[in-house]
């Protein structure tokens, strides 16, 4: 427990002068006033005997009063101010040192409401921080682990691409490995990169109005040689002149990464399907694919950064396309959804706003 120090203990002596002076004045009028009065009314003689007699009592009362009017103002400071206060100082230096577990609880005593609306305010603060915290940790650990895989790779081959006595099939062989996983490592960073730009708001929409259904088609067309490679089969249902107020480059980030899903989860002689139908205020657009599927817990976790629901698939992405494109979806105010089967397929919807 801290000694009280000098100045503190002048300022306890300067507000008891005080509150005495204040009550001492008020009650010396009440009291004349009384006296004044009385004597008026009742036509008695004030001598000053009695003056100084009643002057004592008065000021012996006055002390009195003052002494335990200020007794039950330290015991509501110290119940209604100090404590509160210290726990919630308490609290936002825990928070300050890292310790983003700590709540406050809600203090029952009348006159606690502006209190409890600060501690409210810290226990959401405090939780918030958490969250971040745990994200930041988990993007960091994961980041972490991704670049590992492509590093230990590129490794590997450069360590093979050593031997003297390598034949020239075998240089070219490690040395697409070298440069696929660079380029994973590449695209990873350029996709971590955006995705930090579009949650921190430092990426912002550039509204113009276009075809919907064209840019479609000009993102579709761009994997022709992986659908053909695949004999993969499209179909394409897309209601002419959709037009769309929106951000057509980020919308293009939405397009290619589920075509580059849907064909990337499609087995050979399957099917990709298209369609793109309108309303009076929204666009809505489907990709059908005829792949695995996933189950219900892996599709509640798909729009996570890094989660790769099918693990055999993961060499050739890192888990941050459809975070990126479920924080574009949400920049447009718009709406993603997934409905899947196992063994059958997926299908991705996207509701966004007309014109």
């Known amino acids: 427990m801290k ?28 009291m004349m006033l009384f006296v004044t009065i009385l004597a008026d009314t009742l036509g008695i003689t004030i001598t000053s005997h009695n003056i100084a007699t009643a002057a004592k009592v008065t000021f012996w009362n006055v002390i009195l009063i003052t002494f335990l009017f200020k007794i039950a103002d330290y015991i509501r400071r110290k119940i209604m101010v100090e404590r509160p206060t210290k726990l919630i100082t308490e609290a936002t230096e825990r928070i300050m040192s890292g310790d983003f577990s700590v709540r406050i609880k809600p203090m029952q005593s009348s006159g606690m409401e502006g209190f409890n609306q600060i501690a409210v305010a810290i226990n959401q603060m405090a939780e918030e921080l ?42 070219m062989e490690y040395a697409k490995g070298i440069t696929d996983g660079s380029r994973r490592m590449a695209d990873m960073l350029t996709n971590i990169l955006k995705l930090n730009r579009l949650e921190n708001q430092q990426i912002y929409p550039e509204i113009s109005e276009f075809d919907l259904g064209e840019q479609l088609c000009r993102c579709l067309l761009q994997y022709e040689a992986v659908w053909e490679k695949k004999n993969i089969e499209i179909e394409t249902e897309l209601a002419e002149d959709v037009r769309v107020k929106a951000d057509a480059e980020l919308l293009d980030h939405v397009w290619s990464n589920l075509f580059s899903n849907a064909f990337k ?41 890094f989660y790769q629901g099918d693990a055999s698939h993961s060499v050739q992405g890192n888990g941050l396309g459809l975070a990126l494109v479920k924080r574009v979806i949400d920049i447009m105010h718009g709406e993603i959804g997934v409905e899947s089967t196992v063994g059958k397929g997926s299908t991705f919807t996207v509701k966004i706003g007309r014109c």
């Open 265 to 305: 989860f499609t087995p050979p002689g399957g099917t990709v399907r298209v369609s793109l139908t309108a309303t009076e205020h929204h666009a809505t657009v489907k990709v059908c694919d005829t792949g695995c599927g996933m189950t219900a817990e892996v599709g509640a976790h798909i729009f996570e950064k």
């Open 130 to 171: 958490g969250s971040v915290e745990t994200l930041r940790t988990d993007f960091i650990a994961n980041v972490s682990h991704e670049m590992k895989t492509p590093l230990a790779v590129m490794q590997n081959y450069g360590t093979l691409l050593q031997a003297p006595d390598l034949s020239e099939e075998k240089r």
């Open 3 to 30: 000694k009280p120090t000098m100045r503190a203990v002048l300022g306890s002596v300067s507000s008891f002068l005080l509150f005495f002076l204040t009550v001492g004045f008020i009650v010396s009028c009440c």
